[in-house]
T-cell receptor, first 115, second 116 residues
Framework: SAVISQKPSRDICQRGTSLTIQCQVD?????MFWYRQQPGQSLTLIAT?????????ESGFVIDKFPISRPNLTFSTLTVSNMSPEDSSIYLC????????????FGPGTRLTVT | AQSVTQLDSQVPVFEEAPVELRCNYS??????LFWYVQYPNQGLQLLLK??????LVKGINGFEAEFNKSQTSFHLRKPSVHISDTAEYFC??????????????FGAGTRLAVHP
């Protein structure tokens, strides 16, 4: 299995600012995923990031609000832009386990509070 | 599109009692099913998965799940729970037709609370 780290682990931000979350994997992976988990809720997929191409966003999420970078096969960033209190959530990155496995491995998450 | 329904938002149980967490999914030609656990302030950890073959799947920490195609269910069970099993449990489905990568769709989660 892959070991995934995220930075920061938590942050408190002011309304209107932006935060960039980093996701680092200890091995090369093709697909990386970003999820949002609002308080007391399940996980919602924000976008899928494939190295070397533009991220694919799910319905309800747009690139201007959640720009994603994927510069190489072990790293990705998610930026939460122009934040409002409604963006207070846990943001998790995950990676595809690879061909024939179908599951995903998850990072520990970034707990974001917007005041 | 695939969907997952977890029928119980919270399940309280006493230590050493058996537990079943229920999960139903929408029908599909081919489906892969997963149970994840999230301990407080942590990410998600895979408990078990069903891809094909035997319908009874055994996972970590003494958990098992049974795939029932006719009832489109994938219920999670443990014969005797411990205090340390207190966590949020998520059922997820991967639609094998989702365009070349394994998009996971999660249920709403079930909070298992084990009491002494």
């Amino acid at each position: 299995s892959a070991v995934i780290s995220q930075k920061p682990s938590r942050d408190i931000c002011q309304r209107g600012t932006s935060l960039t979350i980093q996701c680092q994997v200890d091995s090369q992976v093709t697909m990386m995923f970003w999820y949002r988990q609002q308080p007391g809720q399940s996980l919602t997929l924000i976008a899928t990031a494939n190295q070397g191409s533009e991220a694919t966003y799910e319905s309800g999420f747009v690139i201007d609000k959640f720009p994603i970078s994927r510069p190489n096969l072990t790293f990705s960033t998610l930026t939460v832009s122009n934040m409002s209190p409604e963006d207070s959530s846990i943001y998790l990155c995950s990676v595809d386990a690879g061909r024939g496995a179908y599951e995903q491995y998850f990072g520990p998450g970034t707990r974001l509070t917007v005041t | 599109a695939q969907s997952v329904t977890q029928l119980d938002s919270q399940v309280p149980v006493f230590e050493e009692a058996p537990v079943e967490l229920r999960c139903n999914y929408s029908s599909s030609v081919s489906v892969y099913l997963f149970w994840y656990v999230q301990y407080p302030n942590q990410g998600l950890q895979l408990l078990l998965k069903y891809l094909s073959g035997s319908t009874l799947v055994k996972g970590i920490n003494g958990f098992e799940a049974e795939f029932n195609k006719s009832q489109t269910s994938f219920h999670l069970r443990k014969p005797s729970v411990h205090i340390s099993d207190t966590a949020e449990y998520f059922c997820a489905v991967s639609d094998s037709r989702s365009g070349g990568y394994n998009k996971l769709i999660f249920g709403a989660g079930t909070r298992l609370a084990v009491h002494p």
